[in-house]
């Protein structure tokens, strides 16, 4: 299987501040990594898929980049609804395969 | 808009089999190629990929789960099912069912249901 490792577990910032989390792969997955943010008690959604491609409806705050092994999400400014747990998920080996999860707190 | 609706038994007894629906509404589970897919969320801890079935009736399983599991389409009904085998307490999660998008070779998971809590427990 494909190993998802995420940094950090969890992170404090404030409104406004600019935050990045970080994904890697145990092997290369080209561009093949989507992130999901999941607020307490929801389903996770959908924010960046192919690395950095923007789902539907999602803020442009949100953006993501990497290639290869290594990928980061970033909040350009951070809003009061983006507190929630970030998670990547590569979608080019069987099995699919998650991070353990990135906490946003605000 | 495409909306997805997760039901079954919130408790079952060790060794019992699980069975979940989820129900789609939207959209046509039998038309534009899409995968339905099943993942589970483990108290605590992070989420694992089940597995799908395709719209032709296909499916493919995470190998730690493959002797135990079958995901299945009723295209009558517009649902997708799970049943999951002798279950144990390591089975206790929250169960969503999920649509597969591809873009190039890739996949993501672009609707989600709001997902069901199976305690597994005598």
């Known amino acids: 299987d494909i190993q998802m490792t995420q940094s950090p577990s969890s992170v404090s910032a404030s409104v406004g501040d600019r935050v990045t989390i970080t994904c890697r792969a145990s092997q290369d997955i080209n561009k093949w990594l989507a992130w999901y943010q999941q607020r307490p008690r929801q389903a996770p959604k959908l924010l960046i898929y192919a690395a950095s491609k923007l789902s539907s409806g999602v803020p442009s705050r949100f953006s993501g980049s990497g290639s290869g092994t290594d990928f980061t999400l970033t909040i350009g400014s951070l809003q009061p609804e983006d507190s929630a747990t970030y998670f990547c998920q590569q979608g080019t080996g069987y099995p699919y395969t998650f991070g353990q999860g990135t906490k946003v707190e605000i | 808009q495409l909306q997805l609706q997760e039901s079954g038994p919130g408790l079952v007894k060790p060794s019992q089999t699980l069975s979940l629906t989820c129900i789609v509404s939207g959209g046509s589970i039998s038309t534009g190629g899409h995968q339905w897919t099943w993942i589970r969320q483990l108290p605590g801890k992070g989420l694992q990929w089940i597995g799908y079935?395709?719209?032709?009736?296909?499916?493919y399983y995470t190998p730690s789960l493959e002797s135990r599991v079958a995901i299945s389409l009723d295209t009558s009904e517009n649902q997708v099912s799970l049943r999951l085998n002798s279950v144990t307490a390591a089975d206790t999660a929250v169960y969503y069912c999920a649509r597969v998008r591809y873009f190039d070779t890739s996949a993501s998971f672009d609707y989600w249901g709001q997902g069901i809590l199976v305690t597994v427990s005598s």
């Open positions: 079935v395709y719209h032709s009736g296909s499916t």
